[in-house]
């Protein structure tokens, strides 16, 4: 069995914290092997790690570590550090990830802010920086788009496998992501759903492939703000649009992040990429 193969199976089943003393030791196939024989239930033997693999290879990439295209800034996660990436576009990864930004915030976002989330990722992308995105409805969404109008290429990260959008409906955004020279990424194979707790995971994840997060509006609740606190704990720069008046209650938390002084404020484009 191949290192990819059998990393691709224990990424399958289970988190990276769950064998990575096991893996500090052994081969990946020598853990993957330690689980199927210490698994009781007979799900893990019925498993074909390179079939799988063969099969979902057809969608996306399987990148690990030992490959070039991996990204450094990944080693920031410790023992949560993925066993590996489902990557569509792999071979733009290093250079998307270089100089990676997250545009992101609200998904029901006002229409002010949707025109600041173009404003600023249309900028950034004119800068030469990569826009990263989760995809979704709102923010995300207006900043991939904002930066391809501009010719950039932007990085998705997706909380489900890369046989489809998430949500559904965007799957020509998605497409057009790699068709433009960026890239696609999730931790989960093709045919994984989107969850709640894959939504955090994933925040983690751009989080950590980014040299920075730019929060354009954000209410004051733990999922509008999963990859703003990513960001804190990853040491990565934290930018916030200031609240203002008119929409402050959809800006809670970029009020909160800045009152704490967590979060740099940057009114303007101009002022986000001289803090970058």
Same mark, same amino acid.
Request: glycine residues 6%.
């Given at each position: 069995?191949?290192?990819?193969?059998?990393?691709?199976?224990?990424?399958?089943?289970?988190?990276?914290?769950?064998?990575?003393?096991?893996?500090?030791?052994?081969?990946?196939?020598?853990?993957?092997?330690?689980?199927?024989?210490?698994?009781?239930?007979?799900?893990?033997?019925?498993?074909?790690?390179?079939?799988?693999?063969?099969?979902?290879?057809?969608?996306?990439?399987?990148?690990?570590?030992?490959?070039?295209?991996?990204? @450094?800034?990944?080693?920031?996660?410790?023992?949560?550090?993925?066993?590996?990436?489902?990557?569509?576009?792999?071979?733009?990864?290093?250079?998307?990830?270089?100089? /990676?930004?997250?545009?992101?915030?609200?998904?029901?976002?006002?229409?002010?802010?949707?025109?600041? @989330?173009?404003?600023?990722?249309?900028?950034?992308?004119?800068?030469?920086?990569?826009?990263?995105?989760?995809?979704?409805?709102?923010?995300?969404?207006?900043?991939?788009?904002?930066?391809?109008?501009?010719?950039?290429?932007?990085?998705?990260?997706?909380?489900?496998?890369?046989?489809? $959008?998430?949500?559904?409906?965007?799957?020509?955004?998605?497409?057009?992501?790699?068709?433009?020279?960026?890239?696609?990424?999730?931790?989960?194979?093709?045919?994984?759903?989107?969850?709640?707790?894959?939504?955090? $995971?994933? $925040?983690?994840?751009?989080? @950590?492939?980014?040299? @920075?997060?730019?929060?354009?509006?954000?209410?004051?609740?733990?999922? /509008?703000?999963?990859?703003?606190?990513?960001?804190?704990?990853?040491?990565?720069?934290?930018?916030?649009?200031?609240?203002?008046?008119?929409?402050?209650?959809?800006?809670?938390?970029?009020?909160?992040?800045?009152?704490?002084?967590?979060?740099?404020?940057?009114?303007?484009? /101009?002022?986000?990429?001289?803090?970058?």
């Amino acid at each position: 069995m191949s290192d990819r193969a059998a990393l691709a199976a224990l990424g399958a089943h289970f988190v990276p914290a769950q064998v990575a003393a096991d893996l500090a030791r052994y081969s990946p196939s020598e853990v993957w092997q330690q689980r199927v024989r210490f698994d009781h239930t007979g799900r893990l033997a019925q498993y074909r790690p390179e079939h799988e693999l063969s099969n979902a290879s057809l969608s996306s990439r399987f990148v690990i570590p030992a490959d070039p295209q991996w990204p @450094a800034r990944l080693a920031d996660l410790g023992p949560d550090c993925p066993l590996g990436l489902w990557v569509r576009g792999h071979d733009q990864l290093p250079a998307l990830t270089t100089s /990676a930004v997250v545009v992101t915030g609200n998904r029901a976002a006002s229409a002010e802010a949707t025109d600041h @989330a173009r404003t600023f990722a249309g900028a950034i992308a004119e800068a030469g920086h990569t826009v990263a995105a989760s995809l979704a409805y709102g923010i995300d969404a207006a900043a991939h788009e904002a930066a391809a109008l501009m010719g950039g290429r932007t990085l998705a990260v997706l909380p489900r496998g890369l046989d489809r $959008a998430h949500p559904h409906t965007h799957a020509a955004l998605l497409s057009s992501v790699t068709e433009n020279g960026g890239a696609a990424v999730s931790l989960y194979p093709p045919g994984t759903e989107a969850s709640s707790a894959r939504l955090k $995971a994933s $925040a983690a994840l751009i989080a @950590a492939l980014a040299r @920075a997060v730019l929060l354009i509006e954000a209410l004051d609740h733990p999922e /509008a703000l999963h990859t703003a606190e990513a960001a804190l704990t990853l040491n990565r720069t934290l930018l916030a649009v200031p609240a203002g008046d008119r929409h402050r209650l959809r800006r809670e938390g970029n009020a909160r992040l800045l009152a704490e002084h967590a979060a740099l404020p940057y009114p303007d484009p /101009a002022r986000a990429l001289a803090l970058l």
